[in-house]
DNA sequence: ACCTGAACACCGTTCAAGT
DNA sequence: ACCTGAACACCGTTCAAGT
């Protein structure tokens, strides 16, 4: 005699992500996410093979989430206001959204990575910025160089590795202003 | 009646070390440090107040290696070349020392993080470096810089993330050559 | 003074039994 | 077809009892 489904693939990641939001990758139990779309543990292996295809799951939902803020930002015709735009749009989010910042670019196991294509597509508007700044054949070298700078940045920040004093907010912009002078032809 | 000591905190730390670079963080039980030291897992609390501290004492230690592979590239007389080796010394530590980089790099709860001594040690040779590059006051801003590439690169090619093809030594190379370009006076 | 077994509160996960 | 309680193998940690 069938049960009627009480939860959904959709409301298990969308309750995951705001448990992931609130309490870190650590806060994430199957306990946990099971009691916010309120069904018992056990229940959730239906819908995702283990806690480690949740996160991934979770991680699939945030990439996603950052790809759309970035192509918001990257709107100018200027490339250098545009990585301005980007980087700093990047900051931003990572700064409200610590725990999927950490979730996305932290150590990641193999089973927990997001979907390839996800990862391409969060890539396009900064190469399309970066191909502007340093020509086509440089353009992912340069790419991954920006990215590699902010990511450490926002890295250090978040683990509030900044202890020797300065501004950091002042450090940011020396970093965007510099990488945007070395990237360019 | 006293029992001799049958361990002693500073075999407990080289074990934890040991464990760390073998399976990781994730690892790194109490359980298996116990077993390495030949005790029961309860008797490390007299050694240790729990296990973040035990992963701080652990984290200590790599950051003094670190340090001492640093200071021992630093050694030209030219700051371009310096910068070059100083950059090169650290890529070659984090790949072969993938969970030690992840311990000192990644998000690390508060109580979990290094003596502020030892991270200001970390620094000394690549502010040297970027003061004379860079000048005296921009010497914090330019080590900054150079730091959040690196970190970010590393735990990016450590994560798996340079998945758009191309050469990653080559996008090293190309970085170390643009940073120190873009942080000269 | 140090070490230990037993116990506790938590995990993730499996599975037989229920509807 | 989905949900559940019970169970299992793990964690970290505490503590009374042993020497």
Redesign the pocket.
């Known amino acids: ?7 959904s693939i959709q409301a298990i990641v969308a309750a995951g992500r705001a448990i992931l939001d609130a309490d870190g990758l650590d806060g ?5 996410v ?1 009691a916010a779309v309120g ?5 959730l ?3 995702v093979r ?3 295809d949740l996160v991934r799951l979770i991680a699939n939902d945030v990439a996603s989430e950052l790809t759309l803020t970035l192509d918001s930002a990257a709107t100018s015709a200027d490339p250098r206001a545009n990585l301005r735009a980007i980087a700093g749009a990047f900051r931003a989010w990572a700064l409200t959204h610590p725990e999927a910042f950490h979730l996305l670019f932290d150590r990641v196991p193999e089973h927990e990575r997001i979907d390839p294509d996800l990862n391409a597509r969060s890539a396009a508007a900064l190469l399309r910025t970066t191909a502007e700044l340093a020509g086509e054949a440089d353009a992912l070298e340069a790419a991954r160089t920006v990215v590699a700078w902010a990511n450490g940045f926002l890295g250090m920040e978040l683990a509030g590795a900044f202890r020797l004093g300065g501004n950091v907010d002042r450090a940011f912009e020396y970093g965007v202003e510099r990488l945007t002078r070395a990237i360019e032809r």
């Open positions: 005699m069938p049960t009627p489904a009480r939860t994430l139990t199957m306990s946990r099971a069904v018992r543990p056990p229940s292996y239906k819908r283990d806690r480690s």
